[in-house]
């Protein structure tokens, strides 16, 4: 399984190589993008069987930054999250710090994806597990968008609520 950074940031060639890590069964999920603009303007989101994922508030807003539309085909927890830091130089320091993007809302959904992967004998393929988080998700219908966009989905992913996909799904 592989995490991407920002969708917006991999160019045509990434795209290509993406494509072909789907083809051979690789399970990839990316941050839709912290620009505030719609996400199928970037390669790696139109690659069907990549996750991709937009961030989300503790309000169920969608946060001024989160890129947005069609191609996002989730959101996760993506503002002020525990991320942990090194300062090796400081030792009484904290080993915390709050991130807010969409690569924190990515991650979120690689670890959920993982575990759930962790029971199986093998891999489902890349587009059955970007069907498994949209199973696994909630449909929020009060999602609040600081951009309008009809096509955004509007589903919340939250780590835990794991159910078993039937394959009548």
């Not at 991709?52 to 993506?78: L, Q, T």
């Not at 998700?137 to 609040?144: A, D, F, G």
């Not at 939250?158 to 039937?166: D, F, K, T, Y």
Request: aromatic fraction near 6%.
């Amino acid at each position: 399984m592989l995490l991407a950074q920002d969708s917006r940031l991999l160019n045509s060639s990434v795209g290509r190589a993406l494509e072909q890590c789907v083809e051979y069964g690789v399970n990839i999920v990316i941050g839709a993008g912290n620009q505030a603009l719609d996400a199928c303007e970037g390669q790696a989101t139109r690659v069907r069987g990549v996750t991709v994922v937009g961030a989300m508030d503790r309000g169920n807003n969608i946060p001024h930054f989160s890129n947005f539309g069609k191609c996002v085909d989730v959101y996760a927890p993506g503002v002020d999250i525990l991320s942990a830091k090194a300062d090796p130089g400081n030792p009484g320091s904290r080993c915390y710090v709050e991130k807010s993007g969409t690569s924190m809302s990515a991650a979120h959904v690689t670890g959920a994806m993982a575990t759930y992967m962790s029971g199986l004998t093998e891999a489902p393929p890349p587009h059955e597990m970007t069907r498994w988080v949209e199973y696994n998700s909630l449909l929020v219908s009060t999602m609040i968008l600081s951009q309008q966009s009809p096509a955004t989905v509007r589903r919340l992913y939250i780590a835990g609520r794991c159910n078993e996909m039937s394959s009548q799904s």
